[in-house]
């Protein structure tokens, strides 16, 4: 009978060159780079991986996890493999930490809460350094109606205004238990605008392009192209709105995930 051992690894990366989590052939993805360099470091074992969010083309993250299954023999030395598998990682991507898990843990379902930020700012181009990172928006965006329209989408509410391809079995109600439009003071650099901001958006799982099309949603809001009426009005399963604005994957990063 073949034994299985588990890991649950934590990883961050940029994604400014990277199409995504999931592997693609002929692109360059997080899954792809990490499954190369797992081969490398295992060599013979057989192994697979299984990621906790599918980011999206040029998306980043601060605090990611992926779980690694192994057969027949166990890692000899985490702490080991560790170090071995970061130093032949690409630059944009590093492992965090790992830890053994049993086989009841279920990645997909195990997170109770993920947290993805959202970096922008506005009225002018920004320093080319910043774009892997922060999205700017050159027209004039008036972020205080934008900061209550974010308030709006919490609780437990239909987002099929907010999804893209969704199938027949999408969960289209989904709980936020957090979303504001803050001023950004997490993610700094020197090269940043003077002033930049964030969407902190919390919640147990989304939707496909859910927070980008959120984001999208208040640009618009802060262009005057919709009211808070109309987000309000988003909301209503009844209601089909044309939330056209998907906004750029180089703001948006996966920030934590939970699985306490």
């Excluded at 630059?91 to 009841?104: C, F, G, P, T």
């Excluded at 650099?189 to 980008?212: C, E, H, K």
Aim: hydrophobic fraction near 40%; aromatic fraction near 12%; include cysteine.
């Amino acid at each position: 009978m073949r034994q299985r051992f588990y890991y649950l690894l934590e990883i961050q990366y940029l994604g400014y060159r990277l199409h995504g989590w999931q592997r693609q052939p002929g692109f360059k993805t997080v899954e792809g780079l990490v499954k190369k360099t797992l081969k490398f470091v295992l060599g013979e074992t057989k192994f697979k991986i299984l990621g906790a969010s599918r980011t999206d083309t040029m998306v980043s993250a601060h605090k990611a996890a992926f779980e690694l299954f192994v057969d027949h023999e166990p890692l000899e030395n985490m702490a080991d493999f560790l170090v071995i598998f970061n130093n032949n990682l690409p630059q944009d991507i590093r492992a965090l930490s790992i830890k053994e898990v049993n086989s009841k843990f279920n990645i997909i379902q195990h997170p109770k809460q993920k947290e993805y930020l959202y970096l922008f700012a506005y009225g002018r181009k920004s320093h080319p350094f910043a774009a892997p990172l922060l999205a700017t928006f050159l027209e004039p965006l008036n972020v205080d109606v934008m900061m209550a329209g974010a308030k709006m989408f919490e609780g437990f509410k239909s987002f099929h205004n907010y999804c893209t391809k969704p199938s027949e079995k999408t969960v289209l109600v989904r709980q936020i238990d957090l979303c504001e439009i803050v001023p950004n003071e997490e993610i700094t650099a020197s090269f940043f605008p003077d002033r930049t901001y964030l969407l902190r958006v919390q919640g147990s799982g989304f939707l496909r392009n859910q927070i980008r099309l959120m984001m999208g949603g208040l640009v618009m809001l802060g262009r005057g192209e919709l009211s808070l009426e109309d987000i309000e009005r988003s909301f209503d399963p009844e209601v089909n709105m044309l939330i056209n604005y998907i906004a750029p994957g180089s703001g948006l990063i996966l920030n934590k995930i939970d699985f306490s």
